[in-house]
């Protein structure tokens, strides 16, 4: 029997996630998928699962969740508060979720978007060869209260795993690079737009991230001339009020605001996982350096599994203490085990 996860109370913004679906630009659709790349292959690395199943992303808040089989769940990307039935969770770490028990999950704490895995993957039909959403395409929709997600085969059955805590929330410094129309700048304007310390607005979705400054906007003597030409996930376009936009995956396929800058890929979680008010600063970097800093993280994608340890736990607070095998071999219930046998 095909087991399922029923979303008993939808948070604000509840979608199924992958890596999106490529090769349609052509005709008027961007990737798509995870805001935060890194967090589905967190999620596969911690259920031994490959980083193509989809996951549920939750922009916010979570909601609260129940299932009519045990199955595994992981909890990666933003922070949130985690329970199940009232007892705490660890996040960045893998459960068991038992038939029938409730999940749920609050608000984010440190970042932005969290996301759900569970072991097998989400069986839900692929559109265009992918499971995500694009809500801006018009492809999928927001998860509701009263939604049955079913669940694929899993073929593990390890839980109780966790990672190393990462350090991709809060904001921090961004690495791009030059873009079409860098060159158009003068040199005091990027010396200032590198100098400032920009501030998440509260303008941002899975489209495009708005960034706040103190000061005069940024503009180039050029931008009134710029035709409409391709635009890509992390390509920073300077709005007409002098804003910064950085592009995400839900980003148009093409535009005509003038782009100072382009987010390297590995550095574009941060953007999307950055909360309101956090400050984000950018570093122009040379292509050379951009291609090495990209293949050191996919080569970290890879390595992740390598890096996935137990999870201690103290046996206190166990509701479920009886499920695991806390020793090995058997005893017996009458033999006193400080008389020798004869």
């Not at 948070?11 to 349609?24: H, I, K, N, T, Y």
């Not at 595994?72 to 038992?98: F, N, Q, Y």
């Not at 030409?229 to 804003?243: F, N, T």
Request: glycine share 14%.
């Amino acid at each position: 029997m095909t087991p399922h996860l029923t979303i008993t109370q939808a948070g604000p913004a509840l979608s199924v996630q992958d890596q999106g679906r490529a090769g349609f630009r052509a005709q008027g659709l961007t990737v798509g998928g995870a805001a935060d790349r890194t967090a589905l292959f967190e999620g596969a690395a911690l259920l031994g699962q490959s980083p193509t199943h989809a996951a549920i992303e939750m922009a916010g808040s979570g909601g609260s969740f129940t299932s009519d089989a045990d199955i595994r769940i992981a909890l990666c990307g933003a922070e949130m508060a985690a329970k199940i039935d009232g007892e705490p969770l660890v996040w960045g770490a893998s459960h068991l979720l038992t038939a029938g028990a409730t999940l749920t999950i609050g608000g984010a704490r440190n970042g932005s978007y969290g996301y759900l895995h569970v072991g097998g993957g989400f069986a839900t039909p692929k559109v265009m060869g992918a499971q995500g959403s694009h809500l801006a395409g018009g492809i999928g929709a927001l998860l509701t209260t009263g939604d049955t997600l079913p669940i694929g085969p899993d073929v593990a059955q390890e839980v109780a795993m966790t990672l190393p805590k990462p350090d991709r929330f809060g904001g921090g410094k961004i690495r791009i690079v030059q873009s079409m129309q860098t060159a158009t700048f003068d040199a005091q304007t990027i010396d200032r737009f590198t100098a400032t310390k920009f501030r998440r607005d509260a303008r941002a979705n899975r489209m495009g991230v708005r960034m706040e400054h103190d000061g005069a906007g940024f503009a180039t003597a050029a931008q009134l001339s710029i035709l409409s030409e391709v635009v890509v996930p992390g390509d920073i376009q300077i709005a007409g009020d002098g804003a910064p936009y950085v592009l995400m995956y839900e980003c148009q396929t093409t535009g005509g605001y003038p782009r100072i800058g382009s987010v390297l890929p590995c550095d574009l979680p941060r953007v999307a996982q950055a909360q309101t008010g956090a400050f984000l600063t950018f570093e122009f970097v040379g292509m050379d350096e951009a291609v090495a800093l990209q293949a050191r993280y996919l080569a970290g994608l890879k390595a992740l599994a390598s890096h996935v340890t137990p999870l201690v736990r103290d046996p206190a607070t166990m509701r479920d203490l009886l499920r695991y095998q806390m020793i090995s071999g058997a005893v017996s219930a009458v033999a006193n085990p400080f008389e020798q046998e004869s």
